[in-house]
């Protein structure tokens, strides 16, 4: 069975601090992975994604993650947090049947502090 | 322009009745989605259509019925409504319904059952 595990809840850094959101996966195919991002009171939105390729896949607002298949991880990381990053981040991982089904993580929750 | 929007945003009503959640995208998507996300931001998938034809259809009340009109509409019935389908409701659209589509979101509905 596939699935995803965010660690954490909820993560509270300063701002200008390093941001490391943890997220790990079980599949039973090479894994297709996702982090997406929702701020309050919308939907979500993708910062990035992997699914062949390079391991360091960078995406928007500065976030990057790399995919270590002998960790079975895809963290989330940003050199230096931003007040408009806090949010919600959820990883994904997409489903191994035809369709384009994906499973989500629970969520973490980042607050960034002044 | 607002690539997926749904209405209404917000939906309060009495158990027991029946209500529509509206769905349009304008990315030109062939697949769509329904997600419901519960009060702890838990992102469950509920259905998915591929060009209006029904492909995942998780395990969800009978209550709740999919239609797909067009495949830029994609609307969510639920009747006989229950205190536990309180949540806020997402709809999502992909290019098409291959594994690794990026999915992208409205801003979701709020449902609360009274």
């Known amino acids: 069975a596939q699935s995803v595990t965010q660690l954490g809840s909820h993560v509270s850094v300063s701002e200008g601090a390093l941001v490391l959101l943890r997220c790990n996966y079980s599949s039973s195919v090479p894994p297709y992975l996702f982090w997406y991002v929702q701020y309050p009171n919308q939907g979500l939105q993708l910062l990035l994604k992997y699914t062949t390729g390079a391991t360091l896949v960078k995406g928007i607002n500065g976030f990057e993650a790399e995919f270590k298949k002998s960790e079975t991880s895809f963290h989330l990381t940003k050199p230096s947090a931003h007040m408009s990053d806090a949010a919600e981040y959820f990883c994904?991982?997409?489903?191994?049947?035809?369709?384009?089904?994906?499973?989500f993580g629970t969520g973490t929750k980042l607050q960034v502090i002044p | 322009d607002t690539a997926v929007s749904q209405t209404p945003k917000y939906l309060v009503t009495q158990m027991g009745n029946d209500k529509s959640i509206k769905c349009e995208q304008n990315?030109?998507?062939?697949?769509m989605y329904w997600y419901k996300q519960d009060s702890k931001k838990f992102l469950k998938i509920m259905f998915s259509y591929n060009n209006k034809e029904l492909i995942i259809n998780e395990t969800v009340p009978n209550r709740f019925s999919p239609k797909s009109p067009d495949k830029a509409h994609l609307n969510l019935h639920i009747n006989s409504l229950e205190l536990g389908d309180s949540a806020v409701y997402f709809c999502?659209?992909?290019?098409?319904?291959?594994?690794?589509?990026?999915?992208?979101f409205g801003p979701g509905t709020r449902l609360t059952v009274l």
């Open positions: 999502a659209s992909s290019q098409e319904s291959r594994r690794g589509d990026t999915q992208y």
């Open positions: 990315l030109g998507h062939d697949t």
């Open positions: 994904a991982l997409g489903d191994s049947g035809g369709y384009q089904k994906v499973t």
